[in-house]
């Protein structure tokens, strides 16, 4: 009896760390459904009389949100998909090719992923003007590709270097070459791991704020992080706007989140550990 | 058995990806660091300086201010997140998921994480308009609940800035550590833990005891991960104060990003750029180093 009265004090305050933790959402949700009139005799605690949703109308029109959530699930979409391709091409070769001097290509990769952007950003920014390539959505899929592949390198390289080589050794018997063992084998074995790539590299290129904001001046290339940053940097949006913003930058982080929950703490159990 | 070319056929499957790292990251870092040793505007080509971004580097205020709340950030988003994410771990996972189910520990736990996905421009966004000094939330609330005089201008006092934007970056960052500890205590041994209780220590004892042994791969994963992050914040900074008021929340970071792209020294700004560079490859280092003994010692003491 006196153990069960003390379990609900721990229960009870990590219930209320948690809630501060969803706080911010609700208080953004809130005052994204109140009209500017309400908002004023109110103030931001005050509860909603209705919904009103002009103010996220609004907003969505006035800086096209559409074109921007397609140019994040562009550039998202196409960065998950090309850096799976050229992490399981590089793990390819370093876990189960086990090619000469493997341990430093890969400890290259390593640094390469602990690099930060700061001291790539100028050069990548000045070549890319040089090449044509500024202010376009390819630029920044063809750099985050690459970024990502290092760390989907690192990761997938010791899941592969642990691949029961019996498959492999059989499959090369029956007469498979390279490319099937690669592509009928490897893969769809390893797909547990390709899907959790395939999510963290979507989120955190949806999320990647430094370069976008650098590769992407003009309105209609921007990422909705990008141009959700640049306008509150502009310091110009009313309390209406300015949580029509939130709000509308919040909802496809959840919906990534209750769609992708259970393969991203899995992910970060995997990705931290290896 | 096998010959020799088969084996370095494998070659060919990182062309690709050499290619691609030497153009996208190798040719750009080389660069970069060539640049911090000229006097370079963007346009023309870049003047031979020798060191002498360095040596202006050693005088200038603003970058030792920088570095130095580099290190409060640290303080903000790994030494704080880890310390309250592993007694948070440690009471979700061997209190609440012992004695009120996995389900409400995993909806806990949800709650924890969900800042860790949401784009730092967005978060940024949320606090910058929960701490503003006329109309924030924060404020109001404390003026409802009669403490008027304890509202502040959050994000625009010098003195306070640089604490708002900590503790900001807590809540950002709490939910990366919390998870990655829970994944590790499910290696734990629960019998461990079973004994320890039956020879009647109590949870401190046992956090101390056991847990925190257990974790010590993690803690290092996460400390090194976490200090790296807390380097290279940006996004943040940006939003939320544009490293003011008065440079009293300027990062490297930002201070590097604001030399090249809005004072155009881009010689000067590379040479920021390359002394951050060396500090997170050293500390990576370290980082590994320490993570790798801990691993080998785990499996050292349970073989």
Same mark, same amino acid.
């Given at each position: ?27 953004? *949700? ?12 109110? !103030? +931001? ?14 907003? =969505? ?42 341990? =430093? ?17 100028? +050069? ?28 989907? @390198? ?28 690669? =592509? ?19 989120? =955190? @290129? ?35 706007? *300015? ?5 509308? !930058? ?12 259970? @393969? ?11 | ?6 084996? /370095? ?17 190798? $040719? ?22 020798? $060191? ?7 005088? /200038?205020?603003? #970058? ?25 771990? %440690? ?52 003026? %409802? ?35 990655? #500890? ?6 734990? /041994? ?43 914040? #940006? ?35 590379? %040479? ?32």
């Amino acid at each position: 009896m006196r153990a069960a009265l003390r379990r609900y004090p721990v229960l009870i305050a990590l219930c209320l760390a948690a809630l501060f933790m969803v706080v911010p959402f609700l208080i953004v *949700t809130v005052n994204a459904v109140k009209s500017p009139a309400e908002y004023a005799r109110g !103030g +931001p605690l005050s509860l909603p009389d209705g919904l009103y949703l002009d103010g996220l109308k609004d907003f =969505w029109e006035r800086v096209d949100y559409g074109q921007k959530l397609l140019n994040s699930l562009l550039i998202s979409g196409s960065v998950a998909v090309l850096a799976v391709v050229l992490s399981v091409l590089n793990a390819y070769a370093i876990g189960i090719g086990r090619i000469k001097g493997r341990t =430093w290509v890969l400890a290259f990769f390593v640094l390469a992923n602990m690099l930060p952007q700061e001291a790539l950003v100028y +050069p990548l920014y000045h070549l890319s003007k040089e090449a044509g390539l500024y202010d376009t959505r390819l630029s920044v899929i063809i750099v985050f590709t690459v970024i990502q592949a290092a760390f989907g @390198t690192y990761l997938l390289s010791s899941v592969l270097a642990r691949f029961p080589r019996e498959i492999i050794e059989a499959a090369r018997i029956d007469g498979a070459n390279r490319w099937q063992v690669l =592509w009928r084998i490897v893969v769809p074995v390893s797909r547990p791991t390709i899907g959790v790539l395939l999510v963290f590299f979507f989120i =955190w @290129t949806w999320n990647e704020f430094l370069l976008p904001l650098v590769m992407l001046i003009s309105n209609d290339n921007q990422t909705v992080s990008v141009a959700l940053g640049v306008l509150q940097g502009q310091r110009l949006m009313d309390a209406t706007m *300015t949580n029509a913003a939130a709000l509308l !930058g919040v909802l496809p982080a959840l919906v990534f989140f209750l769609v992708f929950q259970r @393969t991203l703490t899995r992910g970060i159990a995997v990705g931290a550990v290896k | 058995m096998r010959v020799r070319g088969a084996r /370095d056929s494998y070659t060919l499957f990182l062309l690709p990806g050499v290619l691609a790292f030497l153009a996208v990251i190798v $040719l750009p870092f080389l660069l970069n660091t060539g640049v911090s040793f000229t006097d370079w505007q963007g346009v023309g080509s870049p003047r031979w300086s020798g $060191l002498a971004n360095y040596r202006e580097l050693a005088d /200038d205020s603003e #970058f030792w201010e920088s570095f130095r709340h580099s290190l409060f950030m640290v303080v903000a988003m790994a030494a704080v997140p880890t310390a309250v994410g592993l007694v948070l771990a %440690a009471a979700l996972f061997d209190h609440v998921g012992r004695y009120f189910g996995a389900r409400i520990t995993a909806v806990l736990r949800a709650c924890f994480y969900l800042p860790q996905v949401l784009p730092i421009a967005v978060a940024g966004i949320v606090w910058s308009w929960i701490l503003a000094p006329d109309d924030g939330s924060l404020n109001a609330l404390l003026k %409802a609940v009669g403490l008027g005089g304890w509202q502040q201008d959050w994000l625009g006092d010098p003195d306070l800035a640089l604490y708002s934007v900590m503790g900001v970056m807590v809540w950002v960052q709490l939910g990366f550590p919390l998870v990655v #500890f829970m994944a590790g205590l499910q290696r734990v /041994d629960p019998q461990l833990h079973e004994a320890a209780e039956l020879d009647g220590a109590g949870w401190w004892r046992r956090f101390l005891h056991i847990t925190l042994p257990q974790l010590r791969p993690e803690i290092y994963v996460v400390l090194t991960w976490c200090t790296i992050a807390a380097l290279k914040v #940006f996004g943040a900074v940006y939003v939320l104060t544009k490293g003011g008021p008065g440079g009293a929340t300027n990062v490297p970071s930002y201070f590097s990003f604001t030399t090249f792209f809005e004072k155009t020294q881009v010689g000067y700004g590379a %040479a920021i750029s390359t002394v951050l560079t060396v500090i997170i490859l050293a500390l990576s280092l370290a980082g590994l180093k320490l993570q790798t003994r801990a691993e080998d010692a785990e499996e050292g003491t349970s073989a």
